[in-house]
C-alpha cells in the first residue's frame, strides 16, 4: 500500500537558512508526488508537484524538491528560510494502485527564528 | 477566480448531535473531495465525487457520515450522531479531472465535538 514518512514533526531554522524537509515514499508503481502548505486557519496550498517530468521540481515561494528514485524520497528545499514561510507542510502520494487518491504524510511544522 | 468556498468555518457541537458541512468547489471542477484532518495528522480522504456521482468513499463511516453532491456542483456532508472522535477539520477539495490534475483546497471546517 502506498504510504509517506515525513521525517520530524518540527523543525527550527534561523531566518536565511537553509530549509529540509525530508519525505520518504512507498509506492509499487511509478508516483505522482506533492509538497503542500497549510497556514494557520487556511486550507492546504500546492507547492509544488512531480508527475514523471523533470526530477527537480521547482514550485511557489523558491521552494524546490528532487525525486530520487533509487532512494524513495521527494526532500523539499529552500536555500534561504523567510518568517513568511514558518507553516505546516505536507508531502503526498498519488498513483495507479490508489486510483491516484493522494496518501498523506503526517506533517511537518517549520519555526522560523528571526 | 474564487476558490473552494466552505461553511461554516467553525462548529461546536454535543456528542450525538447532528452537524452539516457545505462546500462550494471552483466552478467547471468536476471532481470534488471531502478530507478529515484530525490534529497531528494528514488529510485522510472520505469521499470523492465526480460531477454528482461517488468515486470513492471506502474510508467514509458509513453508520454516521453521509455526502451528497447534487446537480454536479455544491456539496454537503453531514455528521449524525457525532461521537467525540469526530473532532478534527473538514476539508474540502476540487480538480478539473480526477486522476493527476491538481486539487484545490478550501479553508476547513473546524469542527470540536463535546
Known amino acids: 500500500a502506498q504510504s509517506v514518512t515525513q521525517l520530524g514533526s518540527h523543525v527550527s531554522v534561523s531566518e536565511g537558512a537553509l530549509v529540509l524537509l525530508r519525505c520518504n515514499y512507498s509506492s509499487s508503481v511509478p508516483p505522482y508526488l506533492f509538497w503542500y502548505v497549510q497556514y494557520p486557519n487556511q486550507g492546504l496550498q500546492l507547492l509544488l508537484k512531480y508527475t514523471s517530468a523533470a526530477t527537480l521540481v521547482k514550485g511557489i515561494n523558491g521552494f524546490e524538491a528532487e525525486f530520487k528514485k533509487s532512494e524513495t524520497s521527494f526532500h523539499l528545499t529552500k536555500p534561504s528560510a523567510h518568517m513568511r514561510d514558518a507553516a505546516e507542510y505536507f508531502c503526498?502520494?498519488?498513483?495507479?494502485?490508489?486510483?491516484?487518491?493522494?496518501?498523506f504524510g503526517s506533517g511537518t511544522r517549520l519555526l522560523v527564528r528571526p | 477566480e474564487a476558490g473552494v468556498a466552505q461553511s461554516p468555518r467553525y462548529k461546536i457541537i454535543e456528542k450525538r448531535q447532528s452537524v452539516a458541512f457545505w462546500c462550494n468547489p471552483i466552478?467547471?471542477?468536476?471532481?470534488l473531495y471531502w478530507y478529515q484532518q484530525i490534529l497531528g495528522q494528514g488529510p485522510k480522504l472520505l469521499i470523492q465525487f465526480q460531477n454528482n456521482g461517488v468515486v470513492d468513499d471506502s474510508q467514509l463511516p458509513k453508520d454516521r457520515f453521509s455526502a451528497e453532491r447534487l446537480k454536479g456542483v455544491d456539496s454537503t456532508l453531514k455528521i449524525q450522531p457525532a461521537k467525540l472522535e469526530d473532532s478534527a477539520v473538514y476539508l474540502c477539495?476540487?480538480?478539473?479531472?480526477?486522476?493527476?490534475?491538481?486539487?484545490?483546497f478550501g479553508p476547513g471546517t473546524r469542527l470540536t465535538v463535546l
Open positions: 466552478s467547471g471542477h468536476a471532481t
Open positions: 503526498a502520494v498519488s498513483d495507479s494502485d490508489s486510483s491516484y487518491k493522494l496518501i
Open positions: 477539495a476540487s480538480s478539473l479531472d480526477r486522476f493527476t490534475d491538481t486539487q484545490y
